[in-house]
């Protein structure tokens, strides 16, 4: 066997597997054992050859890794992840959501316009989250804008400045300064963006007039959004954002793009499994519309979450077990509507969660400041006051302690992907269930955002002339997660304590090596981010 035709500068660092996820010339995807050479100064694949070349092949300079029989993956994009800097960066942050990215898998994340302050709504606030990104990515980050009421103006610069897409929201999103837009908003934004090279993408709930008002009660009944029941029972909070605030808003979309036959929409965090019908027959009328789900609502169900455990808030909400069923029958079909599977990584400090003590077990509310990257030492005064805080949260009145709707939403998973979709999917198949394979996965968690967000030339495949991202997956490795394991700046999230089966061990960035499971400084290889913001112009 002979090694092919390859440049010779080097020295070249050679992967191999047995178990390679391949990108065929096609575009599709194959399991095979694989040679992927990379040239680490150009940070690119060389070559990628679907047999193992042994060591013996190559010159005596070349590092070669056999990483036999653990999975060698393309790098993870995760299309939808919030980093909350600047403005709100006791949230999250570049450093801290990065990191956590790094250590499961994922080398790019495509940051969402709001929570930042500025939110990524005009080309300052663009250039506002650039600024406050530098120097601090552990993994490369690109970045959507947002639509809001009144900034058409600014939708055409953000995607000559590099914006991968845009966001709107049909319902409150919860932050003052990134307000819903109206249909004529919609109509107007999807008329400006019609020719661009972009993602016009939607947090689809919208309140339907009268959404659950049925037979004579129709004129008595109480408004939609009042929450009926004890505000800490889930189920109280499940009823209160019932499928018709997902399919109206749907529909609504739909009833628009119209205007926009060209441009690529797309339905952010589909939850209802009641959206599939109606967006797979929209598709069929050759309406560019997809979605994508998430890690939560394929990995819990409505039936399992304790009241009072807001880490499970989320909008829209986790709904029950046929529900997930049914999304998982969805993405296990390549022709279905929901093309790609994200975080929607979502955090907040854990004052906002409301979290009863009781559930507070091992929880951790901030990591210590040397982890996170960020000066958290605070002047003595301020930090009596925030212990008497702390206190007072925890001694807080019971009544607000676990209530779903005083509490923030957003569920922190970014990095745990891999693992979850692993561990499910293998739950599901010893049970004879529809279940995707490690190739779907790859497809919908890599191949697939890459291309929501116009990454496709660089990221998201294992194939000559992409850039050199690689996860290495250990599907034997049996773990369970812990507070210390999470890498995001507040160690509080629903998935504390679940044990999986599938580990990322390694992580490469662009030919090199940033992050190995149980390496020295913490496993981030280097000690120092390597990570871009991608800034480049989309073109398709
Ligand atoms: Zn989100």
Not at 56 to 62: G, L, N, V
Not at 110 to 128: I, Q, R, S
Not at 473 to 492: E, G, H, P, S
Request: glycine share 8%; charged share 20%; with cysteine.
């Amino acid at each position: 066997m002979t090694v092919p035709d390859i440049p010779q500068e080097g020295p070249h660092v050679v992967l191999v597997s047995t178990r390679t996820v391949l990108t065929l010339p096609d575009d599709s995807l194959l399991l095979t054992p694989a040679t992927v050479i990379v040239s680490p100064a150009t940070g690119k694949i060389i070559s990628a050859i679907p047999e193992i070349i042994p060591r013996s092949s190559f010159p005596s300079d070349t590092v070669y890794h056999d990483y036999s029989p653990k999975l060698l993956l393309p790098g993870l994009v995760d299309a939808h992840v919030h980093l909350n800097e600047p403005g709100r960066t006791e949230w999250e942050g570049f450093y801290t959501g990065t990191r956590a990215a790094a250590s499961g898998g994922v080398t790019t994340v495509v940051d969402m316009p709001l929570n930042a302050v500025p939110p990524t709504t005009t080309l300052e606030g663009f250039k506002a989250k650039l600024a406050a990104s530098q120097g601090q990515c552990w993994v490369d980050v690109g970045f959507y804008g947002g639509v809001i009421p009144g900034n058409a103006d600014q939708l055409l610069p953000l995607v000559e400045a590099g914006v991968r897409g845009f966001k709107g929201f049909l319902i409150d999103s919860g932050v003052p300064e990134f307000p819903a837009v109206s249909s004529t908003d919609i109509e107007l934004a999807m008329k400006t963006l019609k020719d661009a090279p972009t993602t016009l993408m939607f947090h689809a709930e919208i309140i339907p007039p009268i959404a659950d008002s049925v037979g004579d009660s129709v004129q008595v009944s109480d408004p939609p959004l009042r929450p009926r029941g004890e505000l800490n029972s889930y189920t109280t909070w499940l009823l209160s954002r019932p499928p018709a605030f997902e399919t109206y808003a749907i529909e609504e979309i739909l009833s628009i793009a119209h205007v926009a036959p060209d441009l690529h929409l797309h339905i952010v965090h589909l939850s209802a499994m009641e959206c599939i019908p109606i967006l797979r027959e929209a598709r069929k009328k050759g309406i560019k519309i997809t979605a994508e789900t998430c890690f939560h609502y394929l990995g819990f169900s409505s039936d399992e979450i304790e009241d009072g455990d807001t880490r499970h808030k989320c909008c829209p909400p986790i709904r029950n077990q046929v529900n997930q069923d049914r999304l998982w029958e969805e993405i296990s079909d390549p022709e279905g509507c929901i093309k790609t599977i994200v975080s929607d990584h979502s955090p907040c400090t854990p004052e906002l969660k409301l979290l009863p003590p009781h559930l507070q077990s091992g929880h951790r509310p901030t990591m210590h400041q040397c982890d996170s990257g960020i000066d958290m030492t605070l002047p003595e005064e301020e930090r009596l006051a925030a212990e008497e805080a702390e206190k007072a949260r925890l001694d807080g009145p019971v009544e607000i302690q676990g209530d779903f709707f005083a509490a923030w939403g957003g569920v922190s998973s970014v990095g745990l992907g891999l693992p979850i979709l692993y561990t499910f999917a293998a739950e599901r198949e010893a049970r004879g269930d529809i279940t995707p394979s490690i190739v779907d996965i790859v497809r919908m968690c890599s191949q697939a955002t890459a291309q929501q967000v116009g990454l496709a030339h660089c990221k998201g495949g294992i194939r000559a002339g992409m850039d050199a991202d690689f996860a290495i997956f250990d599907d034997a490795d049996v773990w369970t997660l812990r507070a210390a394991d999470m890498r995001w700046k507040n160690r509080c999230s629903p998935w504390e304590g679940h044990t999986f089966r599938g580990r990322v061990h390694e992580t490469w960035l662009r030919g090199q090596k940033i992050f190995e499971l149980g390496g020295p400084n913490d496993g981030f290889v280097g000690g120092k981010p390597i990570g871009r913001a991608i800034t480049e112009k989309r073109m398709k």
